[in-house]
């Protein structure tokens, strides 16, 4: 092509054939690529959220960069909160654990004989009673600290997962946008490096020479041709980059990055809002902890005729030391009378003769409930009515104001039993008249008491009253005083003449014991089972390990288990089960079905047995070795013949649930109660 046929245009005209209009977006070849598109205007609210600096810099390239940062501190700060509730919770917890701790152990002290009772023991217990309370509030609030940590958890784990999905999101568009703009600026480089040459090109000598190629030499008109066509090809590449860069700058304005910073921003508004509240939640309930605690240790006044709990003041200036002091002293005065009679009786005797004249009531125990040590005791089958079934977290003990009343739990801790009011001033129920020289004649003038062993714990409950047997309540009450201690209590037997005679007065009173043993009851002054108090070891001779053999003798001779035949294949099929919670809440729900009475004593006896295991460092028992003692043991074959016979029996039988139709579930009952012992509390703290 000839150069003076070829249009000649300036540079100016040159670069104008590059320039590119559309739709309002201007890009050339000098300037650099100009957005005009008509943005949303920012809403006309003049709130902070909505202002137009705001605006501005969320519909900015960092602004999805800057919402981002920003949630990443919210969670942050929702984590670090999360973190300081759970060692709040773990702090209160371990708090109130040990202050519950304490009052047990407190409760379990004030009744020893060794500490002072009366009106001070009352008080006491009140003080302590009020720390246990305090102890309940704390347990909730660290309950409701620990709900709190996991909610915070939960919600900064969803939030940061929807923050890293749109991290992604916008990030990724603004990235393709960057390319494609960075792409645009290379063609335009590329673009204006032709433009030059070509301009050179046409403003050079066109008799210079010629310039080679690859093909050979080109004329200098043949070079300008050529770079036309390239600047031609350079600028439809050019125009072409900047169409894309704009409709992917368009989307990203008008679709992704709005998209993207409005889920950022809800996403920054829900987890400050959900930490707000649980901050809320926090100081509420640290007012309610406070102000619970305060009415604990001073409650409010109630209105006229409406009775309100004595404040922690009131309690402990209510002791009264000197009716105290004189209450004690006072309950000496039936030894003094006892020691003037045997200095009498004492003068008047010369020689050691004894004469035992039993002079028995209407009321004495037929030949067929003698003692099952000499024979056995024939079943007493009184009718009385039954209680009916009890919905789970719901118990009604009926009392009697006698003192084997049993009383419930208190609030917030372990149920305990209640404490024994054992008259001081009893007199002597024999008369001691003299009959010659020589000679006393010891008349035991009081009525045979009805039997206690081999009688259905509804029958006792119709009878006396009380949902616990005294002799239940007996037992427990010494070994607790007496047997924590003892190296294998509940293992080791007794003796067995002991347990004869304990048996003995439980059940017939003082009629049917030997000489010896009666006059030995009668000087400290036992006649009838109302009047033992085993907090006097003297009651038991000093024999604790014979204490626990009557209890298990007790069980052993209910006509009905204490866990029932009704239940007994119930409590072997929840005994099978593999995991522990579900064999826990299993055994719980069959608990909950038992008789009344059953499930009260079965009660009072797992949580004296607790105790025991609580000291099992001392007495080596502990929850496995109990289980056996209580659930089977193999029954020897020999009959009772002898003594040691008894003993064995007494050790080698069924104790809580009776004997099953197939000997290999006996291991399955000892599983029963070694996993009642093992969740004592879970089982019996709420009932």
Same mark, same amino acid.
């Given at each position: ?33 100009? %957005?005009?598109?008509?943005?949303? $205007? ?71 004989? %060794? ?20 102890? %309940? ?16 958890? *939960? ?302 714990l509804d029958d006792l409950l119709s009878r006396d009253g009380s949902a616990i047997p005294l002799v239940v309540y007996q037992c427990i009450q010494a070994v607790d005083l007496f047997g924590l201690d ?14 004869s005679n304990l048996w003995e007065i439980f059940n017939n009173g003082l009629h049917g014991l030997a000489p010896q043993t009666l006059l030995m009851m009668l000087t400290i002054w036992i006649a009838d ?50 995991? %522990?919670?579900?064999?826990? *809440?299993?055994?719980? $729900?069959?608990?909950?079905? @038992? ?9 009072? @006896?797992? @949580? ?17 070795? @109990? ?61």
């Amino acid at each position: 092509m000839d150069n003076t046929d070829s249009p000649r245009r300036s540079s100016a005209e040159n670069r104008g054939l590059l320039n590119v209009t559309d739709g309002g977006h201007t890009f050339n070849g000098t300037d650099s690529y100009q %957005d005009n598109v008509e943005r949303p $205007a920012p809403p006309q609210d003049a709130s902070v959220e909505n202002s137009a600096i705001v605006f501005g810099v969320l519909q900015s390239d960092i602004g999805v960069n800057t919402l981002l940062s920003r949630l990443k501190q919210s969670i942050a700060s929702t984590r670090e909160f999360a973190a300081f509730l759970k060692k709040r919770s773990v702090m209160e917890e371990e708090h109130a654990q040990g202050l519950k701790k304490l009052c047990r152990s407190s409760h379990e002290s004030v009744r020893r004989p %060794d500490n002072r009772q009366g009106d001070f023991s009352r008080h006491y217990n009140e003080v302590i009673n009020i720390h246990d309370r305090m102890a %309940d509030n704390s347990v909730k609030f660290a309950l409701s600290m620990h709900q709190m940590h996991e909610d915070l958890h *939960d919600m900064a784990t969803n939030i940061e997962r929807g923050r890293k999905q749109w991290k992604q999101t916008g990030l990724t568009a603004e990235k393709r946008v960057q390319d494609s703009e960075s792409l645009m600026e290379k063609a335009k480089m590329k673009k204006d490096s032709l433009t030059e040459d070509y301009d050179r090109a046409r403003t050079g000598d066109k008799q210079s020479g010629r310039v080679f190629g690859l093909k050979g030499p080109k004329s200098a008109a043949q070079h300008e041709e050529d770079l036309h066509r390239k600047v031609q090809a350079a600028d439809s590449d050019y125009t072409t980059k900047v169409q894309t860069a704009r409709n992917q700058r368009q989307e990203l304005i008008d679709l992704q990055r709005p998209q993207a910073v409005k889920a950022i921003h809800s996403l920054i508004t829900e987890c400050d809002a959900g930490l707000s509240l649980q901050l809320q939640k926090f100081a509420s309930f640290n007012e309610k902890l406070l102000l619970s605690n305060g009415l604990c240790v001073s409650p409010l006044k109630g209105r006229d005729g409406f009775d309100t709990p004595k404040s922690l003041r009131d309690v402990v200036y209510g002791i009264d030391n000197v009716r105290d002091l004189n209450n004690y002293i006072s309950s000496f005065s039936s030894k003094t009378m006892m020691t003037s009679q045997q200095h009498a009786a004492a003068g008047s005797q010369s020689q050691g003769t004894i004469e035992h004249q039993y002079m028995p009531a209407e009321n004495t125990v037929q030949p067929a409930q003698m003692n099952p040590y000499g024979q056995r005791l024939s079943q007493i089958q009184n009718q009385s009515p039954t209680f009916g079934q009890r919905d789970p977290g719901e118990m009604s003990y009926p009392t009697s104001p006698g003192p084997q009343a049993f009383t419930p739990t208190s609030a917030g801790g372990p149920p305990q039993l209640p404490h024994v009011q054992v008259s001081t001033s009893i007199q002597p129920p024999l008369s001691t008249p003299i009959s010659g020289p020589g000679s006393v004649v010891l008349n035991t003038n009081v009525p045979s008491p009805t039997p206690v062993f081999g009688v259905s714990l509804d029958d006792l409950l119709s009878r006396d009253g009380s949902a616990i047997p005294l002799v239940v309540y007996q037992c427990i009450q010494a070994v607790d005083l007496f047997g924590l201690d003892v190296e294998g209590i509940y293992r080791l037997s007794g003796s067995a003449i002991h347990i004869s005679n304990l048996w003995e007065i439980f059940n017939n009173g003082l009629h049917g014991l030997a000489p010896q043993t009666l006059l030995m009851m009668l000087t400290i002054w036992i006649a009838d089972p109302s009047q033992v108090d085993f907090r006097n070891p003297e009651h038991f001779f000093h024999d604790v390990n014979s204490v626990a053999g009557l209890l298990k003798q007790f069980f052993r001779e209910l006509p009905d288990p204490l866990l029932t035949n009704e239940h007994f294949q119930e409590f072997v099929e929840a005994a099978r089960i593999d995991d %522990d919670i579900t064999r826990r *809440d299993s055994l719980h $729900a069959i608990i909950n079905s @038992l008789p009344d009475p059953n499930y009260a004593t079965l009660r009072a @006896l797992i @949580l004296h047995l607790y105790r025991v295991q609580d000291h099992s460092g001392a007495n080596r028992m502990n929850a496995g070795n @109990l289980a056996i003692c209580f659930g089977y043991e193999p029954s020897s074959p020999s009959p009772l013949v002898s003594v040691r016979s008894v003993i064995d029996e007494m050790r080698y039988s069924p104790t809580l649930m009776g004997t099953g139709p197939n000997i290999a579930d006996a291991a399955w009952q000892v599983r029963v109660i070694e996993t009642i012992l093992q969740n004592t509390y879970q089982i019996f703290d709420d009932d």
